[in-house]
């Protein structure tokens, strides 16, 4: 058994954690994990840490949060995991020098030595505060320090009803511009990390011929200016561009593989500026939506394909996609769909996915563990 998830809605933050972590209280997890609403953040913060002096506990401010009790706007939805080896780690200076921290790192790697780390029993699981627009660093930082392991990352920007307001925590301190990290390592365990895309191509592969990485602005498409290659991809005015972007995002195309880049803004000189970082010369194309029940099903068959048993899962999920569910009405059965498939499992909502080196939106991670 590597986890056991809790929720609670009372008011008083100890009434809440006492209900949240009645099945762990006396069980010495190794590690804790915990999502709730930005106001109650540092209370919970410091009383989780309080309450298990002998585990890593991390944590993260979320818009919505899920488990096995369902989605939940306000409250504490809290995870103990056992039977895994845990070594926790923190990256500042997000926006100036994350690499500085790269020996942080790679000593939490070093001190799993004994237990024999590899990309099929351990991950890198991320918590970054929002609103850094940093992530992209923060990856660099860990590829540079895992160098040849191949340990893969899985993480999510924290986020709340306030834009670009969300915090991270480790062991009872609250960080506004960090990324909070735990490497996982379930030995002779497996885990398997699965990424869904609710999207797909639209049509014909574009190339970004000019832009801005770091900004991450979009100046022309296959030599033109963007705004109006997409106007007349999408058969839009410049003035409902944005609109139609909304459910038209970006996907980076690496080999078979498509990463979802949703669009901040369509700037007046014609120019995109997108959430995640586009290189010059690579290849993207205009996403159109799928059949999002059929998505969930083939991700979570995929999982069961993977680990012949799941014990205990981390989700992450898009902001912008929990929106999109609510609105739908689908929010509340793509929950319980979850819990019926993967059993005990904590979820976060997120201002931004992170996976290996790549900074995704529109996107669902899921990292489970089993065997």
Sequence with gaps: ????????????????????????????????????????????????????PEAQVLGAASYVSFSPA??????????????????????????????????????????LAPFQPQPQNTCCFTLTSAGTDSEELMLDTLK?????????????????????????????????????????????????IQQENIFEPLGRELTATKVDVEAHTIYELDGHKAAEVLCKLLKVPKEKLG????????????????FVSEVKSVNPDGSITTYCRIFNQSPIAVLQMTDTKKALQETLSAIHRDLTRVDF????????????????????????????????YLGLTSYGEQLDTYQLSLTMLIVSFGA
């Design 144 to 192: 540079a320090a895992f160098g040849p392991s191949g340990i893969p990352v899985c993480g999510g920007s924290a986020s709340s009803p306030a834009i670009l307001r969300g915090e991270v925590s480790l062991n009872g301190v609250v960080y506004q511009e960090s990324t909070v990290f735990a490497l996982l390592c379930v030995g002779n365990g497996r885990l398997h």
């Design 1 to 52: 058994m590597y986890g056991l998830a809790g929720y609670s809605g009372q008011e008083d933050v100890a009434a809440a954690l006492g209900e949240a972590c009645a099945d762990f209280l006396n069980k010495q997890p190794k590690l804790i994990v915990f999502f709730t609403e930005s106001a109650r953040f540092a209370a919970f913060t410091k009383e989780l840490a309080q309450l298990f």
């Design 70 to 111: 369902g989605v939940s706007r306000y409250g504490i939805q809290v995870a103990a995991l056992f039977d895994l080896e845990v070594a926790t780690g923190r990256l500042d200076e997000l926006k100036t020098y994350p690499l500085k921290y790269k020996p942080v790192v790679e000593a939490a790697l070093a001190s």
């Design 313 to 344: 899962s981390l989700m992450i999920n898009c902001f912008r996609r929990s929106c999109l569910y609510a609105e739908r009405g689908e929010l509340e059965d793509f929950a319980r769909q979850l819990h019926c498939s993967l059993g005990s």
């Design 243 to 258: 609109e139609a972007l909304a459910l038209h995002p970006f996907g980076r195309i690496a080999g078979d593989r498509l």
